[in-house]
């Protein structure tokens, strides 16, 4: 399960039948979520009523379910990236619950999922330098109640 600190509910069953021209609209809103109507009927060859009704019907059933922008990190000074593998001492809902609560409370924490196999979540990290990211992992995510073990991997370019 991957936590996101924007969405409001957790997805449902697909209760929209899409078509074609609607999976080129997402294709096209997953390139640049800023496209315009008239861009995407040009493109679907279709006019700018049905693809903004289709739109519409997108959002609506979940399917869309928020626009965002990304940013360069680097120009933000962001310049290490980490990948952490976090493994709990206690494995039970609440605890897994009070985790995840804490963790996206941390700004340098981007995105959680919850895993399988030795470690219990994937963290994707995202700091100024190596020594931002130590005070991140001895003073925060290591004082997170109930963290046993984390192990830390460098992502050497994205």
């Known amino acids: 399960m991957a936590v996101n600190k924007y969405a409001k509910e957790k997805p449902t069953a697909l ?20 496209v315009t109507v008239k861009e995407i009927a040009d ?6 009523t049905p693809v903004h009704e289709r739109v519409k019907r997108l959002e609506q059933s979940g399917i869309i379910s928020h626009y965002t922008a990304i940013l360069d990190a680097a120009k933000l000074g962001k310049k290490l990236m980490v990948i952490c593998h976090v493994s709990l001492r206690e494995h039970n809902k609440i605890a897994g619950s009070k985790f995840i609560k804490s963790i996206l409370a941390m700004n340098e924490v981007l995105e959680c999922y919850s895993i399988s196999g030795e470690f219990d979540f994937l ?3 995202l700091t100024e330098d190596m020594e931002t990211y130590y005070d991140f992992h001895v003073n925060k995510l290591s004082q997170v109640e109930n963290v046993g073990h984390v192990q830390s991997t460098f992502v050497m370019g994205w």
Request: overall charge positive; charged content about 25%; aromatic content about 0%.
């Open 43 to 48: 493109s679907v060859h279709l006019s700018t």
């Open 123 to 125: 963290l994707k990290v």
């Open 15 to 34: 209760s929209v039948t899409l078509d074609a021209k609607d999976l080129e609209i997402l294709r096209m809103l997953q390139q640049n979520g800023r």
